[in-house]
């Protein structure tokens, strides 16, 4: 997540386009796996001092604290899916598509 979120900051810094709003949109169902958590943490804070807002959506498939993990390390803007509330949504959405 941490390569993600400097990816993504360089992609935002180096563009031709002056947006209103610059956001990463960070989603998962795990936790780091690449970099330490203080790695993450910078990551995060050096976007975050450029004025970019981060979005978590931690994928609750495992981990019941992945969601308390998103908050803390990534992001205070978080949305939860819950793969039980997840599999409905699709379901109900190929029901009308097979119509």
Known sequence: MANAIDFA????NTNDYDGTRRVIDISGDGVE???SDDG?????????????I??????????????????R???QTLVTLSPKK???KLSL??????R
């Open 9 to 12: 900051v360089n992609l935002l």
């Open 33 to 35: 796996n690449v970099s």
């Open 40 to 52: 993450l943490k910078t990551a995060r804070d050096n976007a975050v001092q450029a004025g970019i």
């Open 54 to 71: 981060i979005n978590g959506l931690p994928i609750l498939t495992g981990d019941p604290d992945l969601d308390d993990y998103y908050q």
């Open 73 to 75: 390390m990534i992001s």
């Open 86 to 88: 997840l599999d409905v």
């Open 93 to 98: 959405t190929n029901q009308s598509l097979n």
